[in-house]
């Protein structure tokens, strides 16, 4: 799995260009650009209410109102329906707790499985056994109630029903929000191998530390516009970059 991610390495997958979008009267975002690649984690980073979560609803066809593009490998996606751009493989995982709390683990992935064509059983256990290698803890608790999964767990059956939809590329909205951090730590490992399989991961976090540990580049919003972008060696150095995300 690891060999054919490298190979598809460095292949831009997802660009958006000059987006904006808007809720209402209110133009949120200014026209932010940005790429990811297969197999990369990209993280999208900033202070609250900067456009971080707008930015992945409006890739993800969520936000009614926007211009500019969001091609997926050349393909336009912009003013698709979200369901058709969910099909393509622009996979969008929201921030908190959205599970269905009486579906078992089980339950919950097999629904996620069923809603991307592995109809039949061997692909579907094939797809299972996949998932299970990137989030072996969920194998142990196949038969429970989601609505009893820790925080941390409850993340990773999100995480995992998004998988098994095949996704090319992952919208990842604020994962680490009120985990403990020895649960940070272990989702660090799920993502990163996540990115192992050749999926290209768009990381929005609040937590820059835990996205600059997972990422080689970064987009730092503010107001609604890229303020900074690069390595993220350079700007987890860099002050300015401090400045715009508050720590
Ligand atoms: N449904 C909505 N209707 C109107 N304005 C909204 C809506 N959702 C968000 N906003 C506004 O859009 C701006 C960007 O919000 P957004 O949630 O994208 O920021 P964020 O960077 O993800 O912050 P946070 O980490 O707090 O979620 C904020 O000013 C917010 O108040």
């Known amino acids: 799995m690891a060999g054919s991610a490298s190979s598809a390495q460095d292949q831009t997958v997802l660009q958006v260009e000059n987006l904006h979008a808007y809720y209402g009267q209110s133009h949120i975002l200014h026209g932010v650009s940005l790429q990811v690649h297969s197999g990369e984690v990209v993280a999208l980073l900033g202070?609250?209410?900067?456009?971080?979560t707008t930015t992945l609803r409006a890739i993800a066809g969520l936000i009614p109102q926007v211009q500019g593009h969001i091609k997926l490998a050349e393909r336009e996606l912009t003013h698709l329906p979200a369901y058709q751009i969910a099909r393509q493989g622009v996979v969008y995982v929201p921030s908190g707790r959205r599970s269905f709390a009486q579906l078992t683990v089980r339950e919950c992935l097999q629904v996620a499985v069923e809603g991307r064509g592995h109809r039949k059983k061997k692909d579907a256990s094939e797809a299972f056994d996949r998932v299970f290698e990137i989030f072996p803890a969920l194998k142990e608790r196949l038969h429970v109630a989601a609505g009893v999964l820790s925080g941390g767990q409850n993340q990773m059956l999100k995480m995992a029903c998004a998988f098994l939809a095949n996704p090319i590329i992952l919208l990842l909205d604020e994962p680490t929000e009120g985990l403990a951090p020895l649960v940070?730590?272990?989702?660090?490992?799920?993502?990163?191998?996540?990115?192992?399989t050749g999926v290209g991961i768009l990381l929005a976090e609040q937590n820059s530390k835990f996205a600059f540990s997972l990422s080689e580049r970064a987009y730092i919003l503010n107001k609604g516009a890229v303020q900074l972008s690069?390595?993220?060696t350079d700007l987890s150095d860099s002050e300015?970059?401090?400045?715009y995300l508050g720590v």
């Open 230 to 232: 690069g390595d993220v």
């Open 47 to 52: 202070r609250n209410g900067v456009g971080k």
């Open 240 to 243: 300015e970059a401090l400045l």
């Open 184 to 196: 940070v730590k272990e989702l660090h490992n799920r993502i990163a191998a996540l990115a192992q």
